[in-house]
C-alpha cells in the first residue's frame, strides 16, 4: 500500500534534493528563500563555516511598519533589501536554493528582484 504523503514532507524531500546539489561558500553564498502562512524569510548563507552573512525577514522591526502579506509584492521587497545588505558586505555572486519550492509566484519575484538590485545567479 502507498502511504500518501503530505505537502510539507512532500516540500521537504524537494529540498533534500536540491540540497545535494546546491553548496554556499564564502564566495558564493546560498540565497535560501522560505515562507510561512504569514511571513517570508530570505537568507545567505556560507555552508562551509555554517554561518548566516545576511538575512531579511517580513518580521523585522522596519519592515513591520508596511503591510506587508506574503505575497509576490513583499517577494520583491525583501529580495531587494537582502541584495542591498549583501552588496553592502561585498557579495555580489550567490546561489539560489529554492527551497523545494517550484520557481514560480514568490519565490521568482524575490529572484527577480535581487537580480534587478544587483545580485549575479
Known amino acids: 500500500?502507498?502511504?500518501?504523503k503530505s505537502r510539507k514532507e512532500a516540500r521537504h524531500r524537494r529540498h533534500l534534493r536540491v540540497r545535494k546539489?546546491?553548496?554556499?561558500?564564502?564566495?558564493?553564498?546560498?540565497?535560501c528563500v522560505c515562507f510561512t502562512g504569514r511571513h517570508i524569510y530570505a537568507q545567505l548563507i556560507d555552508d562551509t563555516a555554517g554561518r548566516t552573512l545576511a538575512s531579511v525577514m517580513t518580521t523585522e522591526k522596519e519592515l513591520a511598519?508596511?503591510?506587508?502579506r506574503p505575497n509576490q509584492a513583499s517577494a520583491a521587497v525583501v529580495?531587494?533589501?537582502?541584495?542591498?545588505?549583501?552588496?553592502?558586505?561585498?557579495?555580489?555572486?550567490?546561489?539560489?536554493?529554492?527551497?523545494?519550492?517550484?520557481?514560480?509566484g514568490k519565490v521568482k519575484a524575490l529572484a527577480d528582484?535581487?537580480?534587478?538590485?544587483?545580485?549575479?545567479?
Open 1 to 4: 500500500m502507498i502511504r500518501v
Open 79 to 104: 529580495g531587494r533589501i537582502l541584495a542591498e545588505r549583501a552588496l553592502a558586505k561585498n557579495i555580489r555572486q550567490v546561489v539560489f536554493d529554492r527551497g523545494g519550492y517550484r520557481y514560480h
Open 65 to 68: 511598519e508596511q503591510p506587508l
Open 21 to 31: 546539489k546546491v553548496n554556499g561558500t564564502p564566495d558564493r553564498p546560498r540565497l
Open 113 to 121: 528582484a535581487a537580480r534587478a538590485a544587483g545580485l549575479v545567479f
